[in-house]
């Protein structure tokens, strides 16, 4: 068996790019990683149970970075500055001209945000999201279908969306 | 037509590529008869690209060195696979070699067919010896399979494929040709190994059979051998090791097709500068 630290060190890669597309700032990202490293490795112990290590992480980081904007939320009297509100997105998206997938990203809820990366960046199985972040598989699944129809009409929105959706490797 | 009603979550699965085949082919026929579904489900496919096209790099940084500290990691004195936990290695070899792939294996429920075949693979003998070839067979099951992602970048890119692939190995690397024996190349892919970056190159004949090369550059701690054999589970796999480079090449052919190649990508590798 690979000893428990150097597979956590493994996932840390993982980690840092569902992270940085999942808060958008390089600063937050990192804090969040250290977070979720820091507490994972403190809890060691616990994950042999599942077995699966990167999900049993996913998991930690999803507690963390909700537990992060429940505290950015009390602690700023409205909800405008700096937390997009779900009902908002749409017509924010209408006056901006949206430069990128990441500006886009950053204006859907973060419940939505977060299932789509763990599908479609991070490769997870619907089962491994449900189990991770503790949700009903439905609850899953819409999740992500209203996620992925929201980021398509925010990126459809942009000026020449056809040019910029292609691929450049 | 007896196909089961088609439902968002089978969408969903068909723009993850989480679908067996079978069910794929019915969810395409279905979207033939429905450009506006169509549409809406390649976007979500463009989606994925996106994300892993802006993203992805960032699995190449370097960890910052605060969040490394984080973790003590003892230095194991014992590689990986060695020692009693062998076949959890193995197990999470899989999850390593397969990537995206290696998440899809563990959900049972949208488990494609040719997953069966790893569990030949996973409990072979945990061999020191047989390391490179059952990670190059991991590898084949997980990827060949791949109707339309089998690679990362395709052989219309191959100049581009091989700068990557011989920078992140660090070593230069480059697909033999196999156009006489029948097989094109359609491209390639960086992989995790057991000591860094692993590239994938694969071919296809006109059967649609595919043969994967794998190339790892961190044999160093193995000598050099001649051309050995592997069966892992459906797998075949000739392989070995010249310098720091070990070669496998797999695919779920017989032995005597599989050498024929292996003799000639053997021989382009040798006279290669």
Same mark, same amino acid.
């Given at each position: 068996?690979?000893?428990?630290?150097?597979?956590?060190?493994?996932?840390?890669?993982?980690?840092?790019?569902?992270?940085?597309?999942?808060?958008?700032?390089?600063?937050?990202?990192?804090?969040?990683?250290?977070?979720?490293?820091?507490?994972?490795?403190?809890?060691?112990?616990?994950?042999?149970?599942?077995?699966?290590?990167?999900?049993?992480?996913?998991?930690?980081?999803?507690?963390?970075?909700?537990?992060?904007?429940?505290?950015?939320?009390?602690?700023?009297?409205?909800?405008?500055?700096?937390?997009?509100?779900?009902?908002?997105?749409?017509?924010?998206?209408?006056?901006?001209?949206?430069?990128?997938?990441?500006?886009?990203?950053?204006?859907?809820?973060?419940?939505?945000?977060?299932?789509?990366?763990?599908?479609?960046?991070?490769?997870?199985?619907?089962?491994?999201?449900?189990?991770?972040?503790?949700?009903?598989?439905?609850?899953?699944?819409?999740?992500?279908?209203?996620?992925?129809?929201?980021?398509?009409?925010?990126?459809?929105?942009?000026?020449?969306?056809?040019?910029?959706?292609?691929?450049?490797? | 037509?007896?196909?089961?009603?088609?439902?968002?979550?089978?969408?969903?699965?068909?723009?993850?590529?989480?679908?067996?085949?079978?069910?794929?082919?019915?969810?395409?026929?279905?979207?033939?008869?429905?450009?506006?579904?169509?549409?809406?489900?390649?976007?979500?496919?463009?989606?994925?690209?996106?994300?892993?096209?802006?993203?992805?790099?960032?699995?190449?940084?370097?960890?910052?060195?605060?969040?490394?500290?984080?973790?003590?990691?003892?230095?194991?004195?014992?590689?990986?696979?060695?020692?009693?936990?062998?076949?959890?290695?193995?197990?999470?070899?899989?999850?390593?070699?397969?990537?995206?792939?290696?998440?899809?294996?563990?959900?049972?429920?949208?488990?494609?067919?040719?997953?069966?075949?790893?569990? #030949?693979?996973?409990?072979? &003998?945990?061999?020191? !010896? $047989?390391?490179?070839?059952?990670? @190059?067979?991991? =590898?084949? *099951? +997980?990827?060949?399979?791949?109707?339309?992602?089998?690679?990362?970048?395709?052989?219309?890119?191959?100049?581009?494929?091989?700068?990557?692939?011989?920078?992140?190995?660090?070593?230069?690397?480059?697909?033999?040709?196999?156009?006489?024996?029948?097989?094109?190349?359609?491209?390639?892919?960086?992989?995790?190994?057991?000591?860094?970056?692993?590239?994938?190159?694969?071919?296809?004949?006109?059967?649609?059979?595919?043969?994967?090369?794998?190339?790892?550059?961190?044999?160093?701690?193995?000598?050099?051998?001649?051309?050995?054999?592997?069966?892992?589970?459906?797998?075949?796999?000739?392989?070995?090791?010249? #310098?720091?480079?070990?070669? &496998?090449?797999?695919? !779920? $052919?017989?032995?005597?097709?599989? @050498?024929?190649? =292996?003799? *000639? +990508?053997?021989?382009?590798?040798?006279?290669?500068?």
């Amino acid at each position: 068996m690979l000893e428990p630290g150097a597979e956590l060190t493994a996932c840390i890669p993982r980690l840092r790019r569902y992270a940085r597309a999942l808060v958008g700032e390089l600063n937050g990202a990192e804090d969040l990683v250290q977070d979720t490293v820091e507490r994972g490795w403190s809890r060691i112990g616990e994950w042999r149970r599942d077995g699966e290590m990167r999900a049993w992480l996913f998991g930690i980081m999803h507690n963390l970075h909700v537990d992060q904007l429940r505290a950015r939320r009390l602690q700023t009297t409205t909800l405008d500055d700096d937390t997009p509100h779900p009902a908002q997105a749409v017509n924010h998206a209408a006056g901006l001209e949206l430069r990128d997938m990441q500006a886009a990203l950053d204006l859907l809820p973060a419940e939505q945000r977060e299932i789509l990366l763990l599908v479609g960046l991070e490769g997870m199985t619907y089962d491994q999201v449900a189990g991770a972040l503790g949700l009903p598989l439905g609850t899953v699944m819409s999740r992500l279908s209203r996620g992925r129809e929201k980021l398509r009409t925010l990126m459809e929105g942009r000026a020449a969306p056809a040019a910029t959706l292609q691929v450049v490797k | 037509m007896n196909a089961l009603p088609v439902t968002e979550a089978d969408l969903h699965a068909w723009v993850d590529g989480a679908l067996p085949l079978a069910r794929q082919a019915e969810i395409e026929a279905w979207l033939l008869a429905r450009p506006e579904e169509a549409a809406r489900l390649a976007a979500y496919r463009a989606q994925n690209l996106e994300l892993h096209r802006l993203f992805d790099p960032v699995l190449d940084e370097a960890v910052p060195g605060a969040i490394a500290a984080a973790v003590a990691v003892p230095t194991p004195r014992r590689r990986w696979w060695e020692g009693p936990g062998g076949r959890c290695a193995a197990a999470l070899a899989i999850a390593l070699a397969g990537g995206l792939g290696g998440w899809t294996l563990r959900g049972a429920s949208v488990m494609p067919e040719p997953v069966a075949d790893l569990k #030949g693979i996973r409990q072979a &003998a945990a061999d020191p !010896a $047989a390391s490179l070839p059952r990670q @190059a067979a991991i =590898a084949h *099951a +997980v990827y060949s399979p791949e109707v339309k992602h089998p690679v990362e970048v395709g052989a219309d890119q191959e100049q581009h494929l091989v700068a990557w692939l011989s920078k992140r190995l660090g070593a230069p690397v480059r697909p033999p040709r196999l156009g006489k024996l029948g097989y094109e190349l359609i491209g390639g892919r960086l992989l995790p190994g057991e000591s860094g970056p692993v590239a994938q190159f694969m071919y296809q004949d006109a059967a649609g059979q595919r043969l994967t090369l794998y190339v790892s550059t961190g044999q160093s701690h193995n000598r050099d051998t001649g051309f050995r054999f592997a069966q892992e589970g459906p797998v075949s796999v000739f392989y070995w090791i010249d #310098g720091k480079f070990g070669y &496998a090449l797999s695919a !779920a $052919a017989g032995k005597g097709q599989l @050498a024929t190649l =292996a003799i *000639a +990508v053997h021989e382009q590798l040798e006279q290669a500068p």
